[in-house]
């Protein structure tokens, strides 16, 4: 699975008076991440730590992570443990901490960074990119009650419809269940459906928690 976070997003906590804001930011390459993480230092300068992680590629190729002045391993390290756990790519989180006068011990911090990071992901949500192709159909108004119950069936959504002399109709569906949805469809209705593949694209799907 190819999967991010559906948004850009900023969450806030406090964890023994020391305030923890974590922001999120999609990237597509390291000069954007280390722009991101610079901006963040810039909002933040009076803070005492500003650490970050980032994964690029879709295998998470290039992981980075500091601690900005935090114990080692305990902030960058662990905020990175989290997006590989979830298997979250082309993403930047940068964690902002206003010292609070408590000290939380090397596996406080870790906890703090790492649920900082985690709480915000679950806040902003997910989403996976999939491959979809348009399947183009053409039809006789009498079959269009029944091939939208089969749609519904299938769980395939209509992008788009023309209601001309006959309907064409255009559904996306997953790159690898075309051809199953093809074969379904001309023994469903006997082949009074004529069908055609169209162009391939790639969308972004919400992850169901």
Same mark, same amino acid.
């Given at each position: 699975m190819?999967?991010?976070?559906?948004t850009?997003? !900023?969450?806030? *906590?406090?964890i023994?008076?020391?305030r923890?804001?974590?922001h999120l930011?999609?990237i597509s390459s390291e000069?954007e991440?280390r722009?991101f !993480?610079a901006?963040i230092?810039?909002e933040h300068?009076k803070?005492n730590?500003n650490c970050?992680?980032?994964?690029l590629?879709d295998? =998470?190729e290039i992981q980075?992570?500091s &601690?900005?002045? *935090?114990?080692?391993?305990?902030?960058?390290v662990p905020?990175l443990?989290i997006l @590989?756990?979830?298997?979250?790519i082309?993403?930047?989180?940068?964690?902002t901490?206003?010292?609070?006068?408590?000290?939380?011990?090397a596996?406080?911090?870790?906890?703090a960074?790492a649920?900082?990071?985690?709480?915000?992901?679950e806040?902003a949500?997910?989403?996976e990119?999939?491959n979809?192709?348009?399947?183009?159909?053409?039809?006789?108004y009498s079959?269009y009650d029944?091939l939208?119950?089969?749609?519904? &069936?299938?769980?395939?959504?209509i992008?788009d419809s023309e209601?001309?002399? &006959?309907?064409?109709? @255009?559904c996306l569906? &997953? *790159?690898?269940k075309v051809?199953e949805?093809?074969?379904?469809?001309?023994?469903?209705?006997?082949g009074k !459906?004529?069908? @055609?593949?169209?162009?391939s =694209?790639?969308?972004?799907v *919400?992850?169901?928690?």
């Amino acid at each position: 699975m190819t999967i991010t976070i559906k948004t850009d997003f !900023i969450n806030e *906590e406090e964890i023994k008076k020391s305030r923890f804001i974590c922001h999120l930011k999609r990237i597509s390459s390291e000069e954007e991440a280390r722009d991101f !993480i610079a901006k963040i230092k810039k909002e933040h300068w009076k803070a005492n730590h500003n650490c970050s992680a980032y994964t690029l590629g879709d295998r =998470q190729e290039i992981q980075r992570t500091s &601690d900005d002045g *935090e114990p080692s391993g305990t902030s960058g390290v662990p905020m990175l443990e989290i997006l @590989k756990k979830k298997e979250i790519i082309n993403v930047c989180a940068v964690v902002t901490r206003y010292f609070g006068g408590i000290k939380l011990g090397a596996g406080g911090l870790i906890r703090a960074y790492a649920g900082s990071v985690n709480h915000a992901i679950e806040a902003a949500g997910l989403v996976e990119f999939i491959n979809q192709r348009e399947l183009l159909l053409n039809l006789d108004y009498s079959l269009y009650d029944s091939l939208q119950r089969f749609l519904i &069936d299938e769980k395939i959504k209509i992008s788009d419809s023309e209601f001309l002399s &006959d309907i064409k109709v @255009k559904c996306l569906i &997953d *790159e690898e269940k075309v051809d199953e949805v093809m074969n379904l469809l001309t023994e469903t209705f006997n082949g009074k !459906i004529s069908m @055609k593949k169209g162009d391939s =694209q790639q969308v972004e799907v *919400e992850v169901l928690s």
